[in-house]
């Protein structure tokens, strides 16, 4: 028994299994034939922590990964970017590893810089540039490097030249998928696990040429165009794939987070800044400037936010922050009205937002690292979270920083097939059966801690 | 216990030895052993066991990261 996983980064289930479906031959028919559903992302359903939550059948709790920056323990400004040196739980190619399994392992977050595995591995988009080590065994870079001069770990989002920008995401993908079908080709293996992550940055960039429910829906023919190309491209991609494997193979589509329309950005920080939880000493703030730039009057703030497509609250207490002001017996008391606060922002045209605020004890038995007091879905995901401050209003329709188009959602994907099983089943799923679906097919008894069950109707392709 | 000797013992499977031997004869290595230490080193040269991130690697990422929108 092999086991192959293609990671499409933020495919959504409506797009997938739906509008896109007769532009997808590849994946509708192994869709159909096999079983697939929603798979419901972990808490936050952000690409770090969810790949390493399918990787390891660990929460992000377990891990103490909650997003793409942790804060150095109690500082203010102090983030550091997650890498493969956090991860201190066995993955399945570990677990694989130790039981004479070879590996194809490509871009899966984060796995920079690269450990070693048995069999080859290609580092993740957080890989800083191709100058590094970004594989294992380390000769595997000059391969690539000869074979694939164009290939990329990511792309960088320049807002004048946005649509130039959708053709540099399909060279990246269609180079890195023309890479995996070579490794599938050449190199021995029993486990392959790819990610792809230009999905998600179409997603982010160019939802609105797709959804006309988004308010910055724009009818472009030749955009819209470019948008369904990509995903025919990828969906090409897939059936090569899927011609490189035989009937003993089980293969896994999967995304580890879904994607709908942007309603807009809230700047959390100056809503802090006016509910009296922080304070500035700084007059007049230039719009767009993050905290770390300004002179913010620690001695006099309660709380500070992070922004993303969450938001991450820190209470500022004594004795944990440099300058905290709320004593530790009183920080039950101020979560709680803070909470109740946040619940209650309402939209831009006091419209009701169902926004959901929760400690990270409330979603995960085990809470490792440094975590933010409070996670904040604002809208239920809709509106993303700007950290920076300076703007006329709390509500911003078009983002200063990053892409516009799209944020996350709950419920991304997953597909089970085998070829030569007709199944035909569809079962909603979550992230955590995926590891321990993967260790099951290897027949892999020993669960090492891991809560998760494989998925449901695993049997049909054992 | 091993890191008290100078030199200890792991073990390869036998065809494996063979070919190693097969390969280094009339090359500069006198060994199995020395042939193996050397390739072992090498790997262990690219591999870096400090910060995962230099400073500068840091502001790279961190800049892509902004621009996509996920440092805000």
């Known amino acids: 028994m092999k086991v192959a996983v293609i990671g499409l980064d933020c495919a959504a289930p409506e797009l997938i299994f739906n509008k896109l479906k007769a532009d997808l031959p590849n994946i509708t028919r192994i869709a159909a034939d096999g079983i697939h559903g929603k798979l419901r992302s972990c808490d936050p359903p952000i690409t770090v922590p969810a790949w390493m939550v399918m990787s390891t059948g660990r929460s992000p709790g377990e891990l103490g990964l ?33 039981r004479n399994k070879k590996s194809i392992i490509i871009a899966v977050p984060p796995s920079y810089p690269p450990k070693p595995v048995p069999g080859i591995l290609v580092t993740d988009f957080l890989t800083p540039d191709r100058d590094k080590e970004f594989t294992y065994p380390p000769g ?67 939802w609105r040429y797709i959804d006309e429910t988004s308010h910055l829906y724009e009818d472009d023919a030749e955009m819209r165009g470019k948008f369904i190309s990509y995903f025919k491209m990828v969906d090409s991609h897939v059936g090569k794939i899927l011609d490189l494997l035989d009937e003993d193979t089980v293969v896994l589509i999967v995304s580890d987070h879904g994607a709908k329309g942007m309603k807009g950005a809230f700047a959390i920080n100056q809503w802090l800044i006016r509910e009296g939880y922080l304070k500035l000493n700084d007059g007049k703030v230039k719009q767009g400037s993050s905290l770390e730039e300004l002179d913010v009057d620690w001695a006099h703030s309660k709380a500070w936010a992070w922004g993303g497509y969450y938001a991450r609250v820190f209470l500022n207490i004594k004795g944990r922050e440099p300058q905290g002001i709320i004593e530790k017996e009183n ?54 979270a700007a950290g920076t401050l300076g ?72 | 216990m091993a890191s008290d000797k100078k030199y200890t013992t792991v ?51 961190k800049e892509r990261l902004r621009s996509l929108g996920y440092l805000d």
């Open chain 1, 331 to 384: 920080v039950r008391t101020e979560l709680d009205k803070l909470k109740e606060k946040i619940k209650s922002i309402r939209g831009p045209n006091g419209e009701f937002w169902n926004t959901r605020v929760f400690e990270p004890e409330e979603a995960f038995t085990t809470v490792n690292g440094d975590r933010s007091d409070l996670f904040v879905y604002l809208d239920d995901l809709s509106w993303r």
């Open chain 2, 11 to 61: 073990s390869l499977p036998t065809p494996l030895f063979e070919k190693i031997q097969d390969k280094i004869k009339g090359t500069g290595f006198t060994s199995v052993s020395d042939y193996v230490t050397y390739v072992l080193r090498e790997i262990l040269a690219h591999s870096n066991n400090e910060d995962a991130f230099n400073e500068e690697d840091e502001k790279k990422v």
């Open chain 1, 66 to 98: 909650y997003g793409f920056r942790s804060r150095i323990p109690n500082s203010y400004n102090g983030i550091k970017i997650p890498s493969s040196n956090d991860i201190k739980f066995d993955t399945v190619w570990d677990i694989l590893g130790k």
């Open chain 1, 140 to 206: 595997l870079k000059n391969e690539i490097l000869r074979d694939f001069p164009d290939y990329q770990f990511d792309v960088k989002f320049r807002k004048p030249e946005k649509k130039k920008i959708i053709d540099e995401i399909f060279r990246m993908t269609d180079v890195r998928f023309q890479m995996a079908e070579k490794f599938l080709r050449e190199k021995e293996w029993d486990f392959f696990f790819m990610v792809e992550i230009g999905i998600d940055r179409i997603h982010h960039s160019f």
């Open chain 1, 391 to 462: 703007y006329s209003t709390d509500y911003l329709l078009e983002n200063d920083t990053g892409p516009d188009d799209a944020v996350h959602d709950y419920d991304g994907i997953y597909i089970l097939y085998r070829k030569d099983k007709k199944i035909g089943k569809v079962i909603d799923s979550d992230i955590y059966r995926i590891a321990p679906t993967i260790l099951r097919l290897f027949k892999v008894r020993k669960m090492y801690g891991i809560q998760g069950k494989p998925l449901e109707g695993i049997e049909y392709v054992e």
